[in-house]
């Protein structure tokens, strides 16, 4: 087999066009070369335009604007060993971190200087989920890695965000759900089938922290996947929650998530259907909840979407402060990265303004520390999640 980490060729960019490489920043958009980008997942040295070397890039296999994604600076050299090393590094901090759980994010792409790559850990189980198609080659090191050096029975991949079912990589795809434990949580986990990863490990700060608040709460779960967030409140303490979800298969991993903790499961707490909807039918006929937590999916996807997916998240925003009752506490989130934390709160002020009601931030969150943000790379900042209070 031909060496992977072999450069296809040298892309020049356009005269100036290095400056965002000076501030250490990984991309390079189609407008910043000079030539075009070779075909293929190799990757290709960066060079400026007066030919000084500038490091190894990943190519970009979205057809979008982003062509390529800096692996490697300068003269480094873009190999198994630099690979290695990284994802040493990236297992290291998440040692350092000692997170109560056995399920991480142990490579979190561009924050552990492997852009595009996401690995998710649930148990002895290695999700990596490529963002890029150039990592494919690269695949049999980083399982190797995950196999001997951290010890996983299995790895699988999932491609394009989870929408396609896993493929393994090493050892056997796992029967059924692969049971995690959070603090004193359990989770059931579908790594073959469900969505991104199988769970969303970004938010496990922000479960916890609806678990302190949540004693004696009624709860409104909007957009719960398997019910992370229903579950934490109520072993805090919640007197009920009602999880809405469109998805049926995540509804079914939402009861198997009450029944490994032991909460019972009442079918008016599982509601299928689409949250926007729902939420309005609950506004209806008078509803009224202490918490409830907001966590869509992204909703501005590129930047064409931003106008709609504010107004997705000043309409969503809207119904839950509606059926917020006075003194509750409203958890809101978005994970679009093209929406920051300043996109979030005028989306919230306008559903506020509407509402009529009055919004107090107590807590600006993201989330967990087993996704680090590269300093110079903002953009991959995903998660906002605002804490507020509604008197
Ligand atoms: N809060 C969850 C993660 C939510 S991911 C957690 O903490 O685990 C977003 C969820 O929204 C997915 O489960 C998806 O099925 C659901 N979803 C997407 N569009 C929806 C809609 N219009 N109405 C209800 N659910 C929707």
């Known amino acids: ?60 296999s979205s057809g979008g604007s982003l062509a390529l994604r800096m692996v490697a600076w300068g003269g480094e050299r873009w190999d198994a060993a630099l690979l ?10 998440r040692r350092r971190l000692t997170i109560d759980s056995d399920a991480v994010r142990l490579v979190h792409a561009e924050g552990d200087s492997l852009p595009g790559l996401v690995i998710d850990r649930y148990a002895d189980v290695a999700v990596v989920e490529t963002y890029e198609a150039a990592w494919r080659p690269l ?62 490990l970004d938010q496990r700060d922000n479960r916890h922290r609806v678990g302190e608040l949540a004693a004696g709460c009624t709860v409104l779960n909007l957009f719960s996947y398997s019910g992370g967030f229903a579950v934490a409140a109520l072993a805090g303490g919640a007197r009920r929650a009602v999880n809405v979800d469109a998805s049926r298969p995540a509804l079914e991993l939402a009861r198997a998530a009450y029944r490994l903790n032991g909460l019972t499961v009442a079918e008016d707490d599982f509601v299928r259907g689409d949250a926007f909807a729902v939420a309005r039918e609950m506004v209806a006929a008078g509803a009224r909840f202490d918490l409830v937590v907001v966590d869509p999916p992204a909703f501005v996807r590129r930047q064409g979407e931003r106008r709609r997916g ?26 679009s990265a093209l929406v920051d934390e300043e996109g979030l709160r005028g989306a919230l002020l306008a559903a506020a303004l509407d509402a009529g009601r009055e919004v107090l931030l107590l807590e600006w969150r993201g989330a967990a520390p087993d996704h680090p943000v590269a300093l110079a790379c903002p953009e991959t900042r995903h998660l906002k999640a605002l804490l507020c209070r509604v008197p």
């Open 1 to 60: 087999m031909s060496d992977p980490f072999a450069p296809s060729g040298t892309v020049r960019l356009r005269p100036g066009r290095e400056a965002s490489l000076g501030r250490r920043h990984p991309w390079l958009y189609r407008g910043a070369l000079a030539d075009p980008v070779p075909a293929g997942p190799a990757p290709v040295l960066v060079a400026a335009a007066d030919g000084r070397r500038l490091g190894t890039a990943l190519p970009g």
């Open 84 to 93: 290695r090393a990284r994802l040493e590094r990236a297992a290291e901090l």
């Open 139 to 200: 695949l049999d090191e980083v399982s190797a890695f995950l196999r001997d050096a951290c010890g996983c029975a299995a790895v699988l991949e999932r491609e394009g965000a989870g929408r396609e079912p896993a493929r393994v990589l090493s050892g056997a795809a796992p029967v059924g759900p692969v049971v995690i434990r959070e603090g004193r949580l359990a989770f059931p986990v579908d790594v073959v089938g469900g969505q991104k990863t199988g769970f969303f």
């Open 310 to 335: 504010l107004d997705g998240y000043r309409d969503v925003n809207l119904q839950a402060l509606r059926l917020l009752a006075p003194g509750g506490l409203l958890l809101t989130c978005s994970c």
